[in-house]
């Protein structure tokens, strides 16, 4: 059939463009000598991970998308649930990973590690860009050590484009999901009163006032319980608990002014039987999951540096394992966490109002 074309075929190589990315493990183009076996491992090693940090950032700006609308979509509920577990599951993967990198030995470590320059994960701008989608703030992160000013530094020196720092600056101008997520917690329907609602105000103070009721009678029989088995001074307990009881009316009104996100938030984890709040507390559960999935991601990558490294300093400058195990108290998805310490107990938490609207009705 001459002159007709075959149509190309193709072919696993070809769709993968395996050619062109098995051909980046080599360091630098002028590069010399060429990295070792261990020194090829190590960038292999880190090159998977960045591949994992980029199907990351896909998933949560598909995230993104989803709860950027007005008003979250039920149907999207679903969809973002499970963009996040696949998220939660490539951290999980990548705390194993480092088993990988601890193959290298400490010395062996050290028979490259000086041609790394300044070189560090600290510049790795997909885990920056990560941090920054997912809320992290600025004045959270451990004060020595800046890698926004960092990575600025970089693009003025050429060292990175202008890509890269664009794209920064739009996920920096964008909410993040952290505040998307205030902002949909915001509209939870709160014993069956919703945010528009004229009453709605006073429903919601209620209902904290109630809450706050129903820690106090918590707090009188955990006492009463330490009581009878004679454990510690019902007094210094008592000045605890009542503490603990000011600091929930504090994050529920700061300021004295209800906090209607927050007021939400605890209304779905404390009525989370109801089928009405079943996608709610499932997609609170997964930013849960996801957090707690990058907590220990973080932890096994300090755990693998001190092996590696010991207490040197780090190649980006930082104090090394110091450094990173600051990292450790980052918590992006505060009012989730912090929300657990003011739960009650399910058999003294006052009933819900009007509990047919969540799908039930809920006497206990
Ligand atoms: C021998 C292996 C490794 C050692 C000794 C090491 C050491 C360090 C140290 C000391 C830091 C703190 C910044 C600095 O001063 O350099 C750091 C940061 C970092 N490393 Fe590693 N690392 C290793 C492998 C990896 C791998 C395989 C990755 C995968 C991408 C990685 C990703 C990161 C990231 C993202 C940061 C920034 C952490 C933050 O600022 O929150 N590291 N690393």
């Not at 088995?229 to 009316?249: C, Q, W």
Request: proline fraction near 4%.
């Amino acid at each position: 059939m001459e002159g007709r074309k075959q149509p190309s075929r193709m072919t696993y190589g070809n769709y993968l463009r395996l050619e062109e990315m098995l051909d980046l493990q080599e360091g630098p183009s002028d590069y010399f000598p060429k990295p070792c076996n261990d020194e090829k491992h190590f960038i292999i090693v880190h090159q998977a991970f960045e591949l994992w940090f980029k199907l990351v950032i896909t998933e949560l700006k598909q995230v993104h998308t989803l709860m950027s609308t007005e008003h979250i979509d039920e149907d999207s509920m679903p969809k973002i649930v499970h963009h996040l577990k696949r998220v939660s599951a490539v951290f999980d993967l990548m705390s194993q990973q480092w088993k990988v990198m601890e193959t290298l030995t400490p010395q062996d470590f050290l028979s490259f590690r000086d041609r790394l320059g300044t070189s560090s994960g600290f510049e790795s701008w997909q885990l920056r860009q990560i941090e920054i989608i997912l809320g992290l703030e600025h004045q959270q992160r451990d004060a020595g050590m800046d890698p926004l000013h960092h990575m600025q530094k970089l693009q003025q020196e050429g060292k990175i484009s202008s890509q890269v720092l664009d794209e920064f600056n739009t996920a920096l101008e964008s909410p993040s999901l952290n505040e998307l997520l205030k902002k949909w917690l915001y509209r939870t329907p709160i014993n069956g009163s919703f945010v528009d609602d004229n009453d709605d105000q006073s429903m919601v103070s209620d209902y904290i006032e109630s809450h706050l009721s129903a820690m106090n009678k918590h707090s009188e029989s955990v006492i009463a319980h330490f009581e009878s088995i004679g454990h510690g001074d019902a007094s210094s307990l008592r000045g605890r608990l009542e503490k603990s009881v000011l600091s929930a009316k504090e994050f529920l009104c700061p300021g004295g002014k209800v906090n209607r996100s927050r007021a939400g938030l605890l209304f779905i984890e404390s009525y989370r039987e109801l089928p009405l709040l079943a996608w709610p507390r499932v997609l609170i559960d997964s930013f849960v999951e996801l957090e707690e999935a990058i907590l220990l991601f973080r932890n096994s990558h300090a755990r693998m540096v001190e092996r590696m490294i010991g207490r040197r300093m780090g190649t980006g400058g930082s104090s090394g394992v110091d450094y990173l195990d600051a990292t450790l108290k980052y918590r992006i998805f505060v009012d989730l966490w912090t929300v657990r310490t003011i739960l009650v107990r399910r058999d003294l938490l006052p009933d819900v109002a009007n509990s047919e609207f969540y799908g039930f009705n809920s006497q206990r």
